[in-house]
């Protein structure tokens, strides 16, 4: 089928319009036919600049591979969904995600070392500590709760607050940061994120974080944001604006990403019990149970990359300066990739999910995340004796970073 088949425009709108990200087996059928019978769409929106999706494995994989080729410049992600007559926006400050060789490879340069299996191991007694606060929160909790909102949220942003070196005080602000900065179009979370709010929030944080660069430029500790604040670029002390975009990409992308893919674990565990029931017969399963919810949730739904020169992916012939989507949560849903991709099996190994991306930018923070989903898991499951879910769970109405807002659950701590 083509682009043009009434079949295929509407498969493709689940792209741009965030009811369907809100509306999971929607969006997966419609995946499932774009990935069966046209691969690469068009996606000619209102509202947004046309671009082609990609939604098999092995397509999303050849872009990511050739960073040369595709670019992260100047069309990073697709933005959220614009008010009726407003053009697509821009994400608001510059950082990791909007930049390319040799500038990116620069950046990055400042905090690999940090994320590197061997740093991330000394955060692991702090986030066994910390998942044992949660679990001890959901025993207080009684017997249900909103296993996302009440538990899932707070978790990963403490963390992070770790990571960085920022004292527990500074937590609302921080939430909000990462709440507002991808302030998600779902009408129910309604975050009043038009253009002044969002600036305002920014220049809070910039203050917040100009704060933070002075004083650890004065008094450098060992931790991350000290490294950021002290780091050179060609020679040079890396720019106050430039400092402020790491900190800020740090914050929110190692976030709102890890509370889904815990939350959206949960779910998908409870809809699946008999995977809930081997896990909890068999703890030595959490790191393949883990790295299941991250293909299964996909908290980042895409990234996009713009073409250098002419390009062909998925037989479909890109122009120079056209740009593609890559649809994470339907590349690990590729049937050609994953035997019963629906399924949520914790045994699943070898398990090459793409929802770290791959390549030039791939996720900085996969070892934290890992360790941080894992510990978390590893605490809960040998003390819950029973859990189930309560009422559907509700999945947020977001096109960029999202997963479950909402799964209540029922159960019983030994
Ligand atoms: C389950 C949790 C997470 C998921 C699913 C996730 C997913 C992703 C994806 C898909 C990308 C883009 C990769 C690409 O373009 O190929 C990315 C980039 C990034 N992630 Fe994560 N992430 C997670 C957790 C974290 C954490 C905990 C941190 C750090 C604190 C983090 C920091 C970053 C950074 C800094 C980038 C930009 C890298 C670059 O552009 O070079 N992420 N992540």
């Not at 410049?73 to 060789?101: H, I, K, W």
């Not at 991808?182 to 917040?208: C, I, S, V, W």
């Amino acid at each position: 089928m083509s682009s043009n088949d009434p079949a295929i425009v509407e498969a493709s709108r689940v792209f741009t319009d965030p009811t369907a990200y809100g509306d999971e087996p929607r969006f997966h059928a419609a995946c499932a036919l774009l990935r069966r019978e046209c691969p690469v769409p068009y996606v000619d929106v209102e509202g947004f600049a046309p671009f082609w999706a990609l939604t098999r494995y092995d397509d999303v994989m050849a872009v990511e591979r050739a960073p040369a080729a595709w670019i992260n410049a100047p069309r990073p992600a697709l933005g959220p969904a614009p008010a009726e007559g407003e053009p697509e926006r821009e994400m608001p400050v510059r950082t990791l995600v909007q930049m390319d060789a040799p500038e990116h490879t620069a950046y990055r340069k400042i905090s690999v070392e940090w994320f590197k299996p061997a740093r991330i191991a000394l955060l692991a007694d702090r986030a066994a500590e910390l998942a044992k606060r949660s679990v001890d929160r959901m025993a207080d909790l009684g017997g249900e709760c909103d296993f996302f909102t009440d538990i899932a949220v707070d978790y990963p942003l403490y963390i992070i607050l770790a990571l960085l070196g920022l004292p527990e005080e500074d937590f609302p602000r921080m939430l909000k940061l990462t709440q507002e900065m991808f302030g998600n179009q779902d009408p129910e979370l309604a975050r009043d994120t038009d253009d002044d709010k969002l600036m305002a929030t920014l220049l809070d944080f910039f203050e917040y974080f100009q704060g933070l660069i002075d004083d650890r430029r004065a008094h450098p500790r060992d931790d991350l944001a000290s490294v950021i604040a002290n780091a050179t670029i060609d020679g040079e002390p890396i720019g106050v604006l430039e400092a402020v975009g790491y900190y800020i990409i740090i914050a929110t992308a190692g976030h709102d990403t890890t509370s889904s893919a815990i939350g959206g674990g949960m779910a998908a565990l409870l809809a699946h019990p008999e995977q809930f029931r081997a896990l909890q017969e068999d703890i030595s399963l959490v790191p393949t149970a883990v790295e299941e919810m991250f293909r299964y949730v996909s908290p980042v739904k895409q990234f996009m990359r713009t073409a250098t020169s002419e390009q062909v992916v998925g037989g479909v012939t890109i122009p120079k300066g056209g740009s593609v989507l890559m649809s994470f949560p339907s590349a690990n849903r590729d049937e050609a990739q994953f035997e019963r991709p629906d399924e949520l099996d914790i045994n699943r190994n070898p398990n090459r999910h793409v929802a770290f991306g791959f390549g030039a930018h791939y996720c900085l923070g996969t070892h934290l995340a890992r360790l941080e989903t894992r510990s978390f898991y590893n605490e809960l499951m040998p003390r819950l004796a029973h859990a189930e879910l309560a009422a559907d769970p509700a999945f947020m109405q977001a096109l960029f970073v999202g997963g479950p807002k909402r799964v209540p659950i029922r159960y019983r701590m030994r």
